[in-house]
């Protein structure tokens, strides 16, 4: 009988379709105690993680694992190989946070643009100053310059976001062809940090990995056009955050939106988080209503998937285990 563990709570419309699956029972982990995961994870043929690392030691308890789910789409830490080695698939949920995390990152270029935390607060004392008196410069969107770095399912809807508030969109991204970008209204460019140069906001869209670490380093942000905004609700490792706080506190850029870090989650004070021009949310681009409930259907979807023999290759990482299971 497929056994199903969500390690922590998803929504409970999952869990209620899984549970209605004949012969397929689901339980939810709450204790991630050494001790329960070594009592519990034997039990499971399927896994559904959110946040928790999964690295060799965690998968000697998972005997019986025939599928691993990543309620999301980042997998940086998940230690794919292991899976692979064991001929266990990594699914993920491409699709599902697309349109959350899309929306986000044009809710940071606003807020950024309009000065909105600094207006927030100002709001807030006792003689608020008001009015433009404030000294607080904005500017609108339209008009402006954006870079869209990475042009998958989250920045293809960033691009259209920010055509439609009347921006001009560049787009950089190696895996897409330039036909397409043109195609779809873009201006495909072939060196980031060149056109960063040009742009007002550059915003960050590619996955976590080795050729993406601090991809947004130092140099690059000393290319940016003096005043620009950057905004980053990918991976943090992707941005490195000494030089985006020095480029903060030199003024260089104006702001910057940033919603992942470096190290999840932030436990320990970080100086980065002082800087007064970074607006900044506890890595929550994806996580509407709307958003965690997809998560956790197209997570539900996968290990049902996986049990009936009908796994969709598209939503797996290590696609290659497939091959060998035909």
């Known amino acids: 009988m497929p056994h199903v563990i969500c390690v922590r709570p998803i929504h409970e419309e999952a869990i209620a379709r899984m549970r209605a699956t004949p012969g397929v029972t689901v339980d939810v982990l709450m204790d991630?105690?050494?001790?329960?995961?070594?009592?519990n994870l034997p039990k499971a043929d399927a896994l559904i993680v959110r946040t928790i690392r999964i690295d060799r030691a965690f998968l000697a308890h998972c005997t019986n694992l025939k599928i691993l789910v990543r309620h999301g789409v980042g997998y940086d830490i998940v230690d794919v190989p292991a899976l692979t080695e064991r001929g266990i698939p990594l699914a993920i949920t491409p699709e599902a946070n697309a349109v959350s995390v899309a929306e986000h990152a044009l809710m940071m270029m606003l807020a950024c643009a309009r000065k909105l935390t600094s207006f927030n607060a100002n709001m807030r004392e006792t003689t608020p100053v008001w009015g433009a008196q404030t000294g607080l410069p904005t500017f609108d969107l339209q008009g402006k310059t954006v870079l869209v770095?990475?042009?998958?399912?989250?920045g293809t809807r960033v691009a259209k976001l920010c055509a439609a508030f009347g921006m001009r969109v560049l787009v950089r991204d190696p895996n897409i062809g330039k036909g397409s970008i043109r195609g779809l209204g873009f201006e495909p460019v072939?060196?980031?940090?060149t056109a960063a140069a040009e742009a007002d906001i550059v915003t960050v869209h590619v996955p976590s990995g080795p050729a993406t670490r601090n991809l947004i380093d130092g140099a690059f942000m000393a290319r940016m056009k003096p005043g620009a905004v950057l905004v980053n609700t990918a991976r943090g490792t992707i941005v490195d955050q000494v030089a985006l706080e020095a480029s903060l506190r030199a003024g260089h850029l104006s702001a910057a939106g940033?919603?992942?870090?470096?190290?999840e989650p932030v436990e320990t004070p970080i100086s980065l988080l002082s800087t007064p021009n970074l607006i900044m949310t506890p890595h929550v681009a994806a996580s509407t209503a709307e958003g965690l409930r997809r998560m956790a259907l197209d997570s539900a979807a996968a290990a049902l998937a996986c049990f009936a023999g009908t796994l969709d290759p598209d939503v797996i990482v290590n696609a290659e285990v497939l091959a060998r299971r035909n």
């Open 190 to 193: 072939d060196d980031a940090a």
């Open 258 to 263: 940033i919603d992942v870090f470096e190290e």
């Open 149 to 154: 770095v990475g042009f998958g399912r989250i």
């Open 32 to 39: 991630l105690s050494p001790e329960s995961l070594a009592a």
